[in-house]
C-alpha cells in the first residue's frame, strides 16, 4: 500500500498535536505497530478460517444435523462449540455465517464505493447544479431511515444473500457520496488539479489520476469502518428476519434463532456475538490505526 | 418586521425549513415508490391466505388500491397537505392517532437514551482527558471500541441475558405506560435505553476525549489559563469542555436518523410498542399509510434536529452567528 505523495506532504501538519506529541517513537516501522497489525492479523486468521478452512479439513455440514446431537454445550468432543436446536455444529456454522458476513460487508463496500463514490467525486468536481441536485438527494437519503428502505428492498427482491447486499447498499451509497464528495471538494482547487486542468487534462483523466489517489486514504479507512458497520447491520437485518434466510447460517439469524432458547441456551447467542463482535473490532481498529498513520482527519 | 426579517437567527430557520420542504416531499414520494414496488399489496396481506379472488378485489377497491400510483400519491398528498394523513388499512383508526399512540414510547426511549448517553460519557471523557494514557482512559477507549462494534440485537440479548435472565432486576419483555405508573415505566423502560445508549456512548466518548485532548494540548486560550494558575480541572470544565459543545451538537443532531433506526430493533426485542414495532408490522402488512406516516414523522424528525442544532450553534458560539447561516 503505497501512500500519496501529496498527502505525505500534508500530513505532518495534520496530525492532531494529541498523537504528535504523544509517545515519542511514533515513527517505528510498519510492521511494528501493533494497532495496526494486530487486529489486521485476526482478520486474515478469521478469513482463513471462514474461506479456506472448511475445504482443507473435514467440517461438518453447517444444515441438516442429526436429532441426537441436538443442544450439546460448549466443548463437546467433536463440536468445539456445541450444537444448536436442531442439531447443526456450531462452529461450523460460524464459519459458513462468517464467509456471509464477509461477503456482504465486501459487497457493499464495493458498491458504495463504486456507485457513491463515483457519483461525489464527479459532482463535486463538475459542481453547478448537478452538485446541487445530489446534495438535495443525498439530504432525502439522511432524512430518510435507511433501515425501512433496507428492509423494504430486501422484502421486494426476496430473501437472499445478493439481495441484502443491494438493501445494504442503501446505506453505503449516501455514505461514500457525501465522503467522496467532501474530500473531492478539497482536491478540486488544489495547485496540482488546477494546473492539470489549464494544461488541458480531460476531467476524467484528472478525476483517476489526480484526485482518486488523493482521495484514497480517506475512502480506504471509511471502507473498513463501513465494513464494521455492514456486518452489524446484516445482523440486525437478519434478526429481524429481513436478511438471510434459514436454514443458510449467518450471524445475524444465529442470534435470533438463539433468541428463543435465551434463558436456557444463552451460549446460541453468546458464540456468534463473540465473533460479530471481534470483527467489527477488528475493522474500527484497522480504521483507526490507518487513518492516524495517514493524517485523515 | 423588518427588525424581525433582519434577525439571523430568524433567517437561517426560516431558509432552512424551506429547503426542508422538498427534502421532505422527496422522502415520502421515495417511500410510496418503494412501498409499491414490494410484491404482494394490503388486501391479501390483510385478508389472509383465506380469501377468495373476488373477496381481495373487493377490499382493494375499498381502499383505493385499484387505483394508479399517481393518483394514490397525490391523494395521500392533499391529505397531508391539509393536516389528514389518513387511514390506517389494517385496522379503522387513523394514522394520527396509531402514530399517536406510538411516538411516545419511541420518543421517551429516545430522550431517556439520549440523557444516559450524555450523564455517562461527559464525565467519563473528562476523567480520560485528565489523565491521558491513564488506566481510566485505556479502559474506557478499549470499552468504548468494543461498544461502537457490537451489534444492536447481541447487545440487547446480552442485557437480557445477564440483568433480566441471570439477575432479573429489570423485566426482559413489557411495557407500563407513563401515565399508569412512574416507576414501572422506569422499570420498563430503563434495560431498553441502555442498550439504545451503549453504542453512543462509545462513540461520545472518543470524540470528546480527542476533541478536550487536543484543545489541551494546542489552544492559546489553555496556555493562558494555565499562565494564570488555574488548575487543571477548572481549565478542562469551563474552558475546554464548553467549547467541545460545538462538535458534540453536531453528533447529537446527526445521530438521530441512526438511532431511529436502532429503536426499532430494541422495541422488537424488549416487545416496545412503539413506532419501530408499529413499522415492521406495517411493512409486513402493506399498510403504506401507516409506513408514509411514520416515514414523514422520521423525517420531520430528523429535519427539525438538524435546524435546532444549527440554531444552538449561534447561541453557543456568537461568532458563527452570522457567518454560519449554511452548511
Request: proline letters at 6%; hydrophobic letters at 55%; charged letters at 10%.
Amino acid at each position: 500500500m503505497s501512500v500519496p505523495a501529496a498527502n505525505v506532504l500534508t500530513t505532518a501538519s495534520t496530525v492532531p498535536p494529541a498523537e504528535a506529541a504523544g509517545s515519542a517513537p511514533r515513527a517505528r516501522g510498519w510492521l511494528r505497530s501493533a494497532e495496526i497489525t494486530v487486529p489486521a492479523g485476526i482478520l486474515v486468521l478469521l478469513l482463513f478460517f471462514c474461506f479456506i478452512w472448511p475445504m482443507i479439513y473435514p467440517v461438518p455440514k453447517p444444515v441438516g444435523g442429526a436429532l441426537q446431537t441436538v443442544n450439546l454445550p460448549l466443548f463437546s468432543p467433536g463440536h468445539i462449540f456445541g450444537t444448536d436446536d436442531v442439531g447443526n455444529d456450531i462452529m461450523s456454522r460460524i464459519l459458513y455465517g462468517g464467509r456471509v458476513s464477509f461477503e456482504v460487508a465486501a459487497g457493499v463496500q464495493a458498491i458504495g464505493l463504486a456507485v457513491g463514490g463515483l457519483l461525489g467525486m464527479a459532482s463535486a468536481y463538475r459542481g453547478g447544479w448537478i452538485d446541487a441536485v445530489l446534495m438535495r438527494i443525498l439530504d432525502v437519503f439522511l432524512a430518510f431511515p435507511s433501515l425501512v428502505l433496507a428492509i423494504a428492498i430486501s422484502d421486494s427482491l426476496g430473501p437472499s444473500e445478493m439481495h441484502v447486499i443491494w438493501a445494504l447498499s442503501a446505506f453505503s451509497i449516501p455514505a461514500f457520496a457525501r465522503i467522496a464528495r467532501a474530500a473531492a471538494l478539497q482536491l478540486r482547487d488544489q495547485p496540482f488539479v488546477v494546473a492539470a486542468r489549464l494544461s488541458g487534462t480531460r476531467a476524467w483523466r484528472i478525476m483517476l489520476k489526480h484526485l482518486v489517489p488523493n482521495m484514497a486514504p480517506q475512502l480506504l479507512t471509511f471502507t473498513m469502518l463501513g465494513a464494521g458497520l455492514t456486518i452489524i447491520l446484516e445482523g440486525g437485518l437478519d434478526f429481524l428476519g429481513y436478511g438471510i434466510p434459514q436454514p443458510t447460517a449467518s450471524w445475524g439469524n444465529m442470534i435470533a434463532t438463539g433468541q428463543q432458547f435465551i434463558s436456557v441456551y444463552p451460549d446460541l447467542v453468546l458464540v456468534p456475538t463473540v465473533f460479530l463482535l471481534l470483527t467489527c473490532v477488528c475493522l474500527n481498529m484497522m480504521s483507526d490505526g490507518l487513518r492516524a498513520r495517514w493524517g485523515v482527519r | 418586521m423588518r427588525r424581525l426579517t433582519r434577525s439571523p437567527a430568524l433567517r437561517v430557520s426560516g431558509r432552512r425549513l424551506l429547503t426542508a420542504i422538498p427534502v421532505l416531499w422527496g422522502v415520502t414520494a421515495l417511500s410510496f415508490l418503494v412501498m409499491n414496488a414490494l410484491p404482494g399489496d394490503a388486501a391479501s396481506a390483510i385478508l389472509g391466505l383465506d380469501a377468495t379472488k373476488a373477496e381481495i378485489r373487493a377490499f382493494s377497491v375499498k381502499l383505493h388500491l385499484n387505483e394508479p400510483i399517481w393518483t394514490r400519491y397525490w391523494h395521500w398528498f392533499a391529505g397531508v397537505v391539509t393536516g389528514n394523513l389518513g387511514t390506517s388499512l389494517s385496522s379503522p383508526q387513523s394514522v394520527a392517532s396509531v402514530l399517536g399512540a406510538r411516538l411516545p414510547v419511541t420518543l421517551e426511549l429516545v430522550i431517556y437514551a439520549m440523557i444516559i448517553t450524555l450523564v455517562v460519557s461527559i464525565p467519563v471523557s473528562i476523567l480520560c482527558a485528565r489523565w491521558p494514557r491513564g488506566v481510566i482512559d485505556r479502559l474506557s477507549l478499549v470499552l468504548s471500541m468494543g461498544s461502537i462494534s457490537i451489534a444492536a440485537p447481541s447487545l440487547a440479548l446480552l442485557a437480557v441475558i445477564v440483568f433480566a435472565v441471570k439477575w432479573a432486576i429489570f423485566p426482559a419483555i413489557g411495557y407500563v405506560g407513563l401515565s399508569q405508573s412512574l416507576a414501572g415505566n422506569l422499570h420498563t423502560m430503563t434495560l431498553p435505553s441502555i442498550v439504545l445508549a451503549v453504542p453512543l456512548i462509545g462513540f461520545y466518548i472518543r470524540f470528546l476525549r480527542a476533541d478536550l485532548l487536543e484543545q489541551m494540548q494546542a489552544e492559546d486560550y489553555i496556555v493562558t489559563a494555565r499562565a494564570k494558575g488555574v488548575t487543571e480541572w477548572r481549565i478542562l470544565i469551563r474552558h475546554a469542555l464548553r467549547n467541545s459543545f460545538i462538535g458534540l451538537l453536531t453528533i447529537v443532531g446527526l445521530n438521530l436518523a441512526t438511532l431511529i433506526g436502532v429503536t426499532v430493533i430494541v422495541e422488537s426485542v424488549f416487545s416496545l410498542p412503539g413506532v419501530g414495532f408499529e413499522l415492521l408490522d406495517a411493512i409486513s402488512n402493506r399498510n403504506i399509510p401507516v409506513i408514509e406516516g411514520i416515514v414523514l414523522v422520521f423525517g420531520i424528525a430528523v429535519v427539525l434536529a438538524n435546524l435546532v442544532t444549527d440554531l444552538l450553534y449561534g447561541a453557543l458560539d456568537p461568532r458563527i452567528r452570522h457567518v454560519r447561516s449554511r452548511s
